[in-house]
């Protein structure tokens, strides 16, 4: 229960007066410099609670939503429309090929070249476009990446042992043999989706690597496609949106099919990805970005707006959430936001994001923080509290964690060395990001001798009539015909 200001209330309690008093607890509402100044009380012998405190019973979870997004049943709907889209844009290419894929390009992107795949004399042209600094800056981008992926590859380990006399059992881990790489494009040029796919790819030894990006301005975007060339890009075509997964995943007339899609997208791009996989592999549902803030009183509230907007600005999906145990902090962030956007650039998309996806949840210690923070499980949670280790340590459901003010989600999506195709909508409660593991089949072997084959075979045998599998039961029987003195 909550009080108002200056007010104090008689409490019933709900079992016996004994068990109440060992479950109860009282939570402050004002700041820190208020608790100084003034304590909350509650009486167990009048049972009387007053300002400013929260009396809380057992361990109840009382999070309050201070803002919350668009309802359940209209994020249900978009997803719906987007589903029934995707489905004819891929049924157009699978029965169409390259014509359906022309006119899917004309009509989105009013883009319809000659070749949608680049020579290397065009590839070089808008190279050399770029200023040397551009180029230096992807360059020592694409190294941390590519040093991140080599040390994780050095830690998968292909592996042989002999699990019993005569047995021999491994694993080994096997690159796929091709990808296809969306990079997305179109307000901003996603020059860094480039490297966190490509180069990685190229790290886990993925032998035909195919990148495609859409046209920005009605040319291909010249910083986008260097970092495709310089991770190290096989095939690269300026082509956008579901007709170009479409294109990768299924073949066109002029472009051979790949194993696997990857990268990041729309919330089309996401869909198209989920309705082709099976048919092709992919990495994982990585659609509209989203942003999770936990935040203490020792967080300021410029820092919080400025991250969070910094994710909703791209796009009008994107969800941005803050969890706080302040219930002052929340209050001051809704109040800095509003002020940013009075400025920021990007507020048409950014503010429309906020407005519909954005939402601030209040709760009353770090341990309720964990507990809705893993309910959210966002793809990226930036920790701005006192110890961001304690969320290391006891979080499980997130695509990756920023701790502390000194580092945000910006550095991961474009430079500091982590994967950013990350897991949305929830995803992250079972799976991690984009990594050089997810371009490995980790396949299994075994050997055995003829003595080891004979006694194997002989529990086998037994095991396969307990099943009724009597064709099984016949292998290991031959086995044991054959290999038993």
């Not at 167990?44 to 201070?66: K, M, Q, S």
């Not at 042989?160 to 491994?170: K, Q, S, Y």
């Not at 509290?385 to 969320?391: A, G, L």
Request: some cysteine; proline content about 5%; charged content about 20%.
């Amino acid at each position: 229960m909550r009080l108002p200001h200056g007010a104090t209330a008689r409490v019933r309690p709900y079992k016996s007066q004994n068990v109440f008093l060992k479950n109860y607890s009282i939570m402050w509402q004002g700041s820190k410099s208020q608790r100084n100044k003034v304590a909350p009380c509650f009486d167990p012998a009048t049972l009387i609670l007053c300002y400013p405190a929260t009396l809380r019973f057992g361990d109840n979870n009382v999070a309050e939503y201070l803002k919350k997004g668009i309802s359940k049943e209209e994020s249900e709907a978009v997803d719906a429309k987007v589903r029934e889209v995707v489905e004819t844009i891929l049924d157009e290419v699978s029965r169409r090929g390259e014509a359906a894929v022309r006119e899917l390009s004309e009509r989105f992107d009013h883009w319809s070249p000659s070749q949608f795949q680049l020579s290397q004399a065009e590839i070089e042209d808008l190279i050399a476009s770029l200023p040397n600094q551009t180029i230096a800056d992807i360059k020592f981008a694409q190294a941390q990446v590519r040093n991140f992926a080599q040390h994780q590859r050095a830690a998968l380990q292909d592996i042989e042992v002999e699990t019993m006399p005569g047995v021999v059992l491994g694993h080994k881990n096997i690159p796929v043999n091709s990808i296809g790489c969306y990079v997305p494009g179109g307000r901003y040029a996603m020059v860094a989706s480039a490297h966190m796919s490509i180069v990685t790819a190229k790290v886990a030894g993925v032998k035909r690597i195919i990148a495609a990006t859409p046209p920005m301005q009605g040319r291909p975007p010249a910083a986008t496609v260097a970092a495709m060339a310089f991770g190290g890009a096989d095939e690269i075509y300026i082509l956008g949106g579901v007709q170009a997964v479409a294109a990768m995943a299924l073949g066109t007339e002029s472009m051979a099919p790949v194993d696997m899609l990857i990268g990041p997208g729309n919330a089309y791009v996401a869909e198209a990805k989920r309705q082709l996989f099976g048919r092709v592999g992919i990495d994982l549902l990585a659609g509209p970005t989203e942003i999770l803030v936990i935040a203490d009183d020792s967080a300021d509230a410029e820092m919080i707006a400025t991250d969070l907007l910094g994710q909703a600005e791209h796009g009008p999906t994107s969800p941005a959430s803050l969890i706080t145990t302040s219930r002052s902090l929340a209050d001051e962030t809704v109040k800095e936001i509003e002020r940013q956007l009075k400025v920021l650039a990007t507020a048409d998309v950014a503010g429309k994001a906020w407005a519909d996806y954005g939402q601030i949840i209040l709760v009353d210690s770090l341990k309720e923080a964990v507990i809705e923070a893993d309910k959210v499980a966002a793809e990226h949670v930036e920790v701005l509290t006192e110890n961001p280790r304690y969320f290391l340590e006891h979080m499980t459901n997130y695509g990756s964690l920023f701790l502390g003010p000194e580092t945000n989600v910006a550095y991961g999506d474009k430079v500091i060395g982590t994967n950013h195709t990350l897991p949305t909508k929830k995803a992250a409660r079972y799976t991690g990001g984009l990594w050089v593991g997810k371009f490995l089949k980790t396949v299994t072997y075994q050997e055995c001798t003829p003595e080891a084959s004979a006694l194997i075979g002989e529990y086998c045998s037994r095991l396969c009539e307990l099943e009724g599998f009597w064709a099984h039961k016949e292998q290991a029987d031959l086995r044991v015909r054959r290999y038993k003195e």
